[in-house]
């Protein structure tokens, strides 16, 4: 076996495959029931914060999108998950809830694989880090106006934060562009299939007072 | 067969070794590695609230910490790893490499990668995998690539007439089978066809691999070319050598979902990783026993041996980091650390305390025969190694001690804003780490340069030993 190079490379080969089977074909065969939604079906179901947003800013809103329907919104979750990707938003946030750690409270119901399967999870943006919060029941914690002043400049609306401003989302009279409101409109898509879940209604806010010297987020 | 004993036999048309093409591999390797150090740099500011770009778009945080990344994996590391390969299969095989023609044709299409790898990811076409973040018009040209390489790297090996292939290149052929196979995997699987959960098994299953079927295997396979021959004795054990590289190959392909634990991935392929990886633990043991086996007697090299000290200084860190790997793999852990800098810490030890610090003591070995000249100063070396040894271990320290903060602030329902603010002063000694180990790189990268501008001396370098100052 020393002597044969070749049975390295197959081995190699084999080993690669057996591990491929277990740890991810296997996944794909359980879940194989599922059936996978394409962003045209996804956005028919049209959260009501994407209407808001067209009365929120309804000049932009028009040049950018055009009116309040399913193709509509299947561009503006395109163009904000490609602004997800390309700020590489999902390395600070995940974007599924675990069973633990009081997750559940904190952010909502705990993630069911159904729930992943459309075209807007490909590729996937499940996170292996939290700097920020787990944003996949987003949906209506905040208001359009919050995400948009929080993109332009985080610490505007949370002075303890980390997150980079994105003025580059807004043109120079400082109104959304598409990558505002296609990122606006993504992340309250995120959670909007389940009823939505109020925001920092459990938080223990004295623990962040005390660690800020008084100072409310 | 002792890799010591192999004498340089220059082949009838050209020699043993292409020093010039190992020479650019390790310039390449090095230039990259600034990058990646500034890239790092920089993001850690941002947790500072101080980033000095703030308002630039084609350099905002999280395209920066993308070129950390991936610069840290596919420029540092892949190009010193080639450059190590370089040296050490001809000298193993008595062959050269299959042509050098194809050799500076990989050299320059891996640095073109690298380039529109920045590029890219700078300009807003990272891709959404992680550790897979070279864009989607990059992908097709690594794989090409890789073939390449794997073509003039394996054809010496299956043509020697040695007899019987030494531990390093058991090593060297499995990880080239791998390699490949994990990159097409995690970079189209789940960008293109595999959506959602079971998408994210396989983005598991691509970082897992990246570290373990392309970075570990070629790391040891040049510590044991590398450590016999510079402690002139062979490997202690020849079993353990069988049983460390068996065990690494049936057991570390099989963990990939331990990175997305309690996540909707079905539960049996979550116990199934913990399992293996709790395994596979326990097997790189015994590569590690059978290391310091070959250093007993010999302990007196970890003081006078620059490049022996690199290597086992990251072996220690290895066996702490796979200690630290077997508890933090389980259930239990995850539920506090997974999310936090624990993570981050783990992953700084493994990828730059590891493999960062083996590729040093390759340097160490390797840069005098590039440049046919010896160590400007030994002096500069050993500031190098301390000033990196302690910026690694306070920032390991400290970004663990940050996660176990976080994760206890948040499963404890903490405003959010309460685990930032109390991570505050970790990610400011975390910058103070970073700029330690960047101060030792300074020195490392003006050793480089001074020792290559040295006017030209005899050839034969043996013994190249580096006696630390």
């Given at each position: 076996m020393e002597r044969f190079g070749a049975s390295f490379l197959i081995a190699g080969v084999i080993t690669f495959l057996l591990g491929f089977f277990l740890q991810g074909v296997m996944p794909v065969l359980t879940l194989r029931h599922l059936k996978t939604t394409p962003v045209e079906e996804t956005a028919r179901d049209i959260p009501p914060e994407f209407a808001q947003l067209a009365e929120d800013y309804p000049v932009e809103f028009e040049r950018y999108l055009g009116k309040v329907d399913p193709p509509t919104f299947a561009r503006a979750l395109r163009a904000g998950k490609a602004s997800y990707i390309a700020e590489a938003c999902w390395h600070c946030h995940s974007q599924y809830v675990r069973p633990v750690s009081n997750e559940d409270l904190r952010f909502g119901p705990v993630s069911r694989p159904e729930e992943y399967q459309n075209e807007m999870n490909l590729p996937h943006l499940f996170g292996t880090r939290r700097v920020g919060p787990d944003l996949i029941r987003e949906s209506g914690k905040h208001s359009n106006d919050w995400h948009m002043a929080h993109l332009y400049e985080p610490r505007n609306v949370a002075p303890y934060s980390v997150m980079p401003a994105y003025?580059?989302?807004?043109d120079a009279e400082r109104r959304p562009t598409l990558r505002a409101l296609g990122l606006v409109a993504y992340l309250q898509w995120l959670g909007s299939w389940l009823p939505a879940v109020p925001a920092t209604t459990i938080y223990n806010a004295s623990a962040l007072e005390t660690t800020t010297g008084g100072a409310r987020p | 067969m002792s890799p010591g004993s192999r004498q340089v036999a220059a082949a009838a048309d050209r020699p043993l070794v292409n020093l010039d093409l190992m020479r650019w591999h390790l310039i390449a390797s090095a230039v990259f590695f600034a990058a990646s150090l500034l890239g790092g740099l920089a993001y850690s500011f941002q947790f500072n609230q101080l980033y000095p770009f703030a308002g630039v778009e084609w350099l905002s945080p999280g395209r920066v910490r993308m070129v950390h990344t991936n610069m840290a994996a596919y420029g540092f590391i892949a190009n010193a790893f080639i450059a190590g390969m370089l040296f050490a299969i001809p000298r193993l095989t008595n062959r050269p490499i299959l042509s050098d023609r194809l050799g500076w044709l990989i050299f320059y299409a891996w640095q073109l990668i690298l380039v529109l790898t920045i590029g890219g990811e700078l300009g807003g076409?990272?891709?959404?995998i992680e550790w897979g973040e070279t864009p989607i018009f990059v992908d097709p040209l690594v794989v090409v690539g890789l073939v390449l390489l794997v073509v003039n790297l394996s054809v010496p090996i299956l043509r020697t007439e040695e007899q019987g292939l030494y531990v390093t290149l058991w090593y060297f052929l499995a990880a080239f089978a791998w390699t490949g196979l994990v990159y097409v995997m995690g970079n189209y699987l789940p960008q293109f066809w595999v959506p959602g959960t079971a998408g994210a098994a396989i983005t598991g299953l691509f970082i897992h691999d990246l570290v373990g079927l392309f970075v570990t295997p070629i790391g040891w396979g040049l510590m044991y070319f590398f450590v016999p021959v510079l402690l002139r004795k062979p490997i202690w054990s020849h079993a353990l050598s069988l049983i460390g590289f068996w065990g690494i190959a049936f057991f570390y392909p099989m963990q990939g979902v331990h990175h997305f634990l309690f996540s909707p991935i079905p539960m049996y392929a979550q116990y199934g990783a913990v399992v293996a990886t709790i395994a596979v633990e326990v097997v790189v043991f015994t590569v590690i026993v059978n290391f310091f086996g070959t250093l007993h007697g010999r302990s007196d090299a970890i003081r006078g041996n620059l490049a022996i000290r690199w290597f086992y200084t990251g072996m220690i860190l290895y066996a702490l980091t796979c200690l630290q790997c077997a508890f933090q793999v389980t259930l239990t852990f995850q539920k506090i650390i997974h999310f936090t800098d624990w993570v981050v810490a783990h992953a700084h030890m493994v990828m730059f305390g590891v493999f960062g610090f083996w590729i040093m003591g390759v340097f160490v070995e390797l840069w005098p025969r590039a440049v046919g000249k010896p160590w400007a100063s030994p002096r500069l070396l050993t500031g190098h190694f301390w000033l990196t040894l302690i910026g690694l271990a306070l920032m390991v320290v400290d970004l663990t001690a940050a996660g176990l903060v976080q994760g206890f602030s948040w499963a404890g329902l903490s405003h959010w804003g309460a685990s930032v603010v109390a991570s505050m002063p970790f990610w400011w000694v975390r910058t103070i780490a970073g700029l330690l180990i960047i101060a030792g790189q300074g020195l490392f990268f003006y050793a480089l340069w001074a020792t290559a501008r040295q006017p030209a001396v005899a050839p034969d370098l043996h013994p190249i030993t580096v006696e630390a100052a």
């Open positions: 003025p580059w989302f807004f | 076409y990272g891709q959404g």
